[in-house]
């Protein structure tokens, strides 16, 4: 209860605040994702998280806490990389079927070094069993260029609006590299 009366006063207090979509913009995807392992002090689930931009608008994003706990940072990393990748996947045929052809890979940013190194290595062996699929998955799309994974560093990673709670400090730079701007500023 106490979560939801933080929400009902940010949204109380910040009624002009909406994306911004810019009209000339490239039209590369991007997305970020992120997660927070063992995030939840009661149950230890994890969070996941991703968002995706075209070109500098935020067109899509998502938060999920998972049914089960997690035994590795590094495997709850790896779903959300799959997630996000599901997800460019579906954004890039849905532009193609609009008539907007993608020429360059889209671009998958997550803080994570290990599992951008699960995903870059073509070996599996026994710690990586578990998550075998979403390894495949996202393999095969790298393989047949859809996708690159890059790294950035936690400072950068927009997703931790989606799986973390933020301090105002942190919150208000987030949600301006996000796109959100404030119809009702004077600014």
């Known amino acids: 209860m106490e979560a939801a009366l933080w929400v009902v006063r940010y949204l109380k207090g910040a009624p002009g605040q909406g994306l911004f979509f810019s009209s000339n913009s490239d039209f590369r995807l991007k997305a970020y994702c992120d997660s927070n392992w063992t995030g939840c002090p009661l ?3 994890s969070t996941t998280g991703y968002c995706v931009f ?3 608008s935020l067109i899509s994003w998502r ?3 998972h049914k089960t706990v997690s035994l590795s940072s590094a495997e709850v990393e790896y779903r959300a990389m799959t997630r996000a990748c599901c997800e460019l996947t579906w954004l890039h045929y849905l532009l193609r079927d609009l008539g907007l052809t993608h020429h360059e890979s889209a671009l998958l940013f997550c803080d994570n070094k290990v599992a951008l190194h699960v995903a870059s290595n073509l070996v599996f062996h026994e710690r990586t069993r578990h998550i075998e699929m979403d390894c495949h998955y996202i393999k095969e799309k790298i393989q047949d260029g859809l996708v ?3 790294y950035v560093s ?4 927009l997703a931790d609006i989606l799986t973390k709670p933020l301090g105002k400090e942190n919150f208000v730079p987030m949600i301006c590299k996000l796109g ?4 009702h500023s004077l600014t």
């Open 54 to 56: 075209l070109g500098r």
């Open 180 to 183: 959100v701007h404030d119809i």
């Open 63 to 65: 938060s999920k806490r």
């Open 43 to 45: 149950t230890m689930r």
């Open 148 to 150: 690159i994974t890059r």
């Open 154 to 157: 936690s400072a950068h990673q």
